[in-house]
């Protein structure tokens, strides 16, 4: 089924930029040729999105005279490293890459902030197109600039905030998606509904099921105003110095997961998922939401298929893992809680005591 | 001696930052105060600047109540590396620094190109300071935000334009400079004379041996009228897309003398004075400059104790080394030439058979 292309732009003055979300944006190389300033791009990829999208996206350009250069990493968010970065340094200085050549990150969430973050430091910045293929990276990491690699110590330590010049969200491509990539994509979309959009998170509970069926309409709302969400938030506050930290509800605990247990071993959105909870629950502690308001969270990730405890790495573990978080304030940790079901604040109301409680409460 | 501090503005808009020059601004910890949004700075330096100002620049800072924490690296153009680099990023997260702490490269061009990019990159951004302790980081690298470390295939080729808060240029820390270093330090100084200030290049010429001997009141003259000259340009032209490239004169040849002998061999203000003699060589071919002209630089140079031939490494290694020059444009090289003594352009007249000459004539 086809659905409309429909177009969103991340206000941020000179540094704006669309977003064309539809089911056939990947084979319109007439989206992306206005960005390009010469007739080369790099396109950036792994080795599972190469096989089923890399060809359909390439002869696309490559019909209207632009040479790709593909470069194909191992897929995973254990790859998401300095290492893996500077094999794109590599394949980008072997070919010559120039400051006007446009690299395309054609993937997921690790692609995009690897891609976007090798974009950021070659030659100290290069044009950036991101054409993600994922749930998750379409409804959230594709937008708004956020780049990085992980620190054995801490995910995402080490990025940039580098723009790219046009997003490409392709629905077509959740098609091959696995099931347990698709849910893990449903955290970021169900957290715009939890932290800003009460409508939206009603929504979600009524056309679930939809979204899990892959029903093209269902996605093409849902992945229309989770993007939305983020431009508004992203336009406001670009580089974090406010309320874009909102955007981080359940991540502070989400990261200690992805990192206690090792990059990889929990996909994001699913350590994203169960760090909401906890989140809810020390919310709850603190007297803001209600033990309904958790149940009613606990039971729209379970229907997504998501994890809602978290895996028991110990709460001294967790909180030193925490300590870590960039939302840390001279020395204090900042945590994204809820005040309601759509509306979030970040608070560092609560004492460590009640982090730990919440941490247990909230563990297999 | 002491000489009167001096003060300079770099204009960016909200990235403006002043450049502060003169004999004891190392142990004025009130000019960084201000710029301070914790109570903690990391200081990034290397194994040889640390025994002689280390102690003198924290402990200023500690009494203040500002807690200092070191990060010693090895010395050296060598040591440039993503691996180096790494080392202030595993520091930074031991320490549990945030992105409020405030970053200090106190050292050389290469500490302040590290310690500026590990600040850019860490959690996306943190505050920065260079304190610069050579003549060469003086007058030009910590000044207008270049930051990159080094690729086997190119030298600064991963980098950002990354603005510090603050510039503390103390000139006593001159009077511990190896005389090499020194000389190489007067490459860039030559250089500002030589691409837009041809009274400045007239004053040099005349007062070269007072340099050459450390006298305070023309050092303090040079490291102002160099920094004076690089803030206009910055500030014209803050990401290189046009008049900034002309602070490259010299740079596109000695960048390939650095590549092309190893990293470290020669000092990078060595490499510049010879690339320049290359590039006034090949403005002369071109009809440009007279042979005087020529002549009239190589004396200079040759009064500072700087290389007026370049290593021999073939004139075909120069082109390949070239090719990877972050000027060349659709495939094209762009070469900083001059037009007179005091006028740079940037120009893709030679044809390459011109440089082949260019660089054979300049070669030992």
């Given at each position: 089924m086809k659905t409309v292309t429909q177009t969103?732009?991340?206000?941020?003055?000179?540094?704006?930029?669309?977003?064309?979300?539809?089911?056939?944006?990947l084979s319109r190389p007439e989206l992306v040729l206005p960005f390009l300033a010469q007739k080369r791009v790099v396109v950036v990829t792994n080795t599972t999105v190469a096989p089923l999208y890399l060809d359909e996206f390439r002869s696309g350009l490559e019909k209207c005279g632009i040479e790709t250069l593909p470069v194909v990493l191992?897929?995973?968010?254990?790859?998401?490293?300095?290492?893996?970065?500077?094999?794109?340094?590599?394949?980008?200085?072997?070919?010559?890459?120039?400051?006007?050549t446009t690299l395309?990150?054609?993937?997921?969430?690790?692609?995009?902030?690897?891609?976007?973050?090798?974009?950021?430091?070659?030659?100290?910045?290069?044009?950036?197109?991101?054409?993600?293929?994922?749930?998750?990276?379409?409804?959230?990491?594709?937008?708004?600039?956020?780049?990085?690699?992980?620190?054995p110590m801490g995910k995402n330590m080490v990025g940039a905030f580098y723009q790219p010049r046009l997003v490409l969200a392709d629905l077509s491509t959740l098609d091959t998606l696995?099931?347990?990539e698709l849910k893990a994509g449903l955290a970021e979309?169900?957290?715009?509904?939890?932290?800003?959009?009460?409508?939206?998170?009603?929504?979600?509970?009524?056309n679930?099921?939809?979204?899990?069926?892959?029903?093209?309409?269902a996605l093409a709302y849902a992945v229309h105003r989770s993007c939305a969400n983020k431009a508004e938030v992203v336009a406001a506050d670009e580089r974090e110095s406010g309320e874009r930290a909102l955007l981080n509800l359940g991540h502070t605990f989400g990261h200690a997961i992805?990192?206690?247990?090792?990059?990889?071993?929990?996909?994001?959105?699913?350590?994203?998922?169960?760090?909401?909870?906890?989140?809810?629950?020390?919310?709850?502690?603190?007297?803001?939401?209600?033990?309904d308001s958790v149940a009613r969270i606990e039971k729209i990730f379970v229907r997504s298929g998501l994890p809602v405890k978290a895996p028991d790495l110990g709460a001294a573990r967790y909180l030193e893992l925490m300590s870590h978080d960039k939302k840390v304030q001279d020395g204090k940790l900042r945590l994204v809680l809820l005040r309601e079901i759509g509306k979030a604040v970040v608070s560092d109301a609560a004492t460590t005591a009640q982090m730990v409680d919440a941490i247990e409460a909230r563990c297999t």
């Open positions: 969103l732009n991340v206000a941020l003055g000179e540094r704006s930029y669309p977003i064309h979300i539809g089911t056939d944006v191992p897929d995973g968010e254990q790859y998401k490293t300095w290492e893996t970065l500077n094999l794109i340094f590599d394949a980008l200085l072997a070919a010559r890459c120039e400051r006007n395309i990150a054609l993937g997921g969430g690790v692609i995009g902030d690897m891609g976007g973050f090798a974009a950021a430091c070659y030659q100290r910045g290069m044009p950036f197109i991101q054409v993600p293929t994922t749930l998750l990276s379409q409804v959230d990491s594709s937008v708004g600039g956020k780049t990085a690699i992980n620190h696995p099931d347990r979309v169900i957290k715009y509904g939890l932290i800003r959009d009460p409508d939206f998170f009603v929504w979600l509970e009524a679930l099921e939809k979204l899990l069926v892959r029903d093209k309409s992805e990192t206690g247990l090792g990059y990889g071993e929990w996909l994001h959105g699913e350590a994203v998922a169960a760090g909401t909870l906890i989140a809810a629950e020390l919310s709850c502690r603190l007297g803001w939401i209600d033990a």
